[in-house]
């Protein structure tokens, strides 16, 4: 094997290799490979016996539905969104395009904590919610707006980054070879957005199940109608039930694996799409 | 739709065109009528108007006042789809996910022409642009020259009635673009469509076109063939603009300019320049205009310096200063040059055989 023409055989290669490998493994590796030794601690007929409870079924089930939500609702509000800031001249289309940073910047507690001011009974349009005898605090809807809004810049930014690199050229060929504005769209806009597309739903995916603190304060935690996973999660945990906690913490971990190895494959693919948009360039 | 091959030919009128983007005019009361199966130039530096225009003409942008009329038929308001127009941009913009054989069909396969003619024209196209075999090839695995063609192929695939071209050659090396320019022309004479393209480049736009609109500013500055523009250009920018060209100054003599002790004979706009008593004027004159004598003779001629001697090319470049500082280029034949036997720093006199003179209000 070469050797490392900088760092040689000197005593500082071993050492930072260790502490790299040392610090990665009481960081990552250790707390991941907890969360399955102690969802197996008391056997597999446990583990299935935890995630099996009707709060747990319940709470999976919820926090799928509330990803499905906020992936159908960012697919297409995230691409319609981004093609109002980089193709129209839509006005107060840069105040939306500074509006989409808020979700990442804003805490999730806070953000859950402004639609409870807003939708509340004691909120500004709560009466006005209860009068039409519409819940949306403490109930699914409200589950699903704080999930909706902790994830709606991920399609939106991606793609927003995507049609200003490549700019509005190949629309404008479209439509001077006589392309209809809905045939320009799939035929030429969305083959060129298609993997910002993908790795948006996939951050979406991501955040829509791991989401804590805007749901937390949204919902109102009610078990076995408005608690997700990451909450009933914290509510057995709390209540020293570690295998059902841990064992609900699995199909988490392992969606979160999935969801990197997405990433990855898509950042490859559309890492080679860019070398060859740069390779053309030149 | 599917126009016979040899229809008449489209002209396209406008007139009173103007265009303001935020507080910048890019076009200001544009007046231009091309003619049927012409091929003409939009000419001018970067910020003149001139791609504005062609996006105007083609629908791609909207104009503020004024009328554009394509085939006689008002095109104001008209869609893009339907003014009829093939559009070749700068970079190209070919769909990069697309093959050559795909770019090529698109504008039949969005209007649902049947398989089999897509097939026909794409297969007739690709000879005619010398790109057979490169069918299956995507836009990033082509080389300049030839990203450049498909594009043509693709603006004509649905057989335009106008072609437009938004600086064609622009990203392409020197000699590329020399053969792809006479290629252009031959082309169009093959195919007689009419044709308005767009470039920065002055011998580009007098070796294609029948004629060179010069733009400047948003307006345009004269609108002629290659030889009206560059032998009787109407004012000092389109001398200058196009090619070198040297200023004198001097002064307006009964008909005639003196420049030092250089006696210039009233062409060009010097009469006007006398009618509005203009008592100082400018001479334009080429390169190839000025020849250079080693005695005074008859005391006609400036003096000047000799500077730098470029003997590489065609004609042999020479570099002088004059009394005043001003620094003038000569081209001289070969022949010349040999007779001369010039060296740097050589006392000599200059002498035009041609002048356009220009009044001069700047004093």
Known sequence: MAKHPRTGEGVARPIIITVAV??????????????????????????????????????????????????VFNLVFGIAAAYAVERTRLPGRRIIALLLDLPIAVSPVVAGLMFLLLFGRQGWLGPLLESLNVRIVFALPGVLLATIF???????????????????????????????RVQTFFHVVLPNIRWAVFYGLVLTAARALGEFGAVSVLSGNLIGSTQTLPLYIEQVYSNYQTTAAFAAAVPLTLLAVATIAAHKVLAWFSSRERARAILEEN | MNAPATHAPTGIEIAGVSRTFGGFQALRDVDLEVRPGELIALLGPSGSGKTTLLRIIA????????????????????????????????????????????????????????????????????????????AARYPDELSGGQRQRVALARALASEPEILLLDE?????????????????????????????????????????????????????????????????????????????VNVFHGRVEEGCVRVGGLLVDAAGGAGEASNRAASSAKAYVRPHEIDIVTEA?????????????????????????????????VELTRERYGELNLERNQRVYLRARSATVFPDYSI
């Open chain 2, 59 to 134: 629908g791609l942008e909207t104009h503020d006042t004024g009328s554009v009329r394509i085939a006689e038929r008002e095109a104001t308001g008209v869609d893009v789809r339907s003014r009829g127009i093939g559009f070749v941009f700068q970079h190209y913009a070919l769909f990069k996910h697309m093959t050559v054989a795909a770019n090529i069909g698109f504008s039949l396969r969005m209007r649902n022409a049947p398989k089999a003619q897509i097939a026909e024209k794409v297969a007739e196209l690709l000879a005619l642009f010398r790109l057979d075999g490169l």
């Open chain 1, 22 to 71: 040392g610090w990665l493994a009481v960081v990552l590796a250790l707390p991941f490979a907890s969360v399955f030794i102690a969802a197996f601690a008391d056997g597999l007929p446990a583990f299935i016996a935890a995630l099996t409870t009707p709060d747990a079924l319940h709470a999976a089930s919820l926090t799928l539905l509330a990803m499905v939500v906020a992936l």
């Open chain 2, 168 to 244: 064609p050659f622009g990203a392409l090396d020197a000699r590329v673009r020399q053969e792809l320019r006479r290629w252009l022309r031959r082309l169009h004479d093959d195919i007689g469509v009419t044709t308005v393209f767009v470039t920065h480049d002055q011998e580009e736009a007098l070796e294609v076109a029948d004629r060179v609109v010069v733009m400047n500013a948003g307006r345009i500055e004269q609108i002629g063939t290659p030889e009206e523009v560059f032998g009787n250009p109407a004012n000092e920018f389109v001398m200058t603009f196009l090619g070198n």
């Open chain 1, 150 to 180: 902790v994830t709606l810049p991920f399609v939106a930014k991606e793609v927003i980054g995507v049609l200003r690199e490549t700019g509005p050229a190949e629309e404008e060929a479209a439509a001077t070879l006589g392309a209809n």
């Open chain 2, 297 to 329: 003779g008859d005391g006609h001629g400036v003096p000047a310096t000799v500077t730098f001697v470029n003997p590489v090319g065609a004609s042999v470049k020479v570099e002088l200063a004059t009394s005043d500082g001003s620094s003038i280029l």
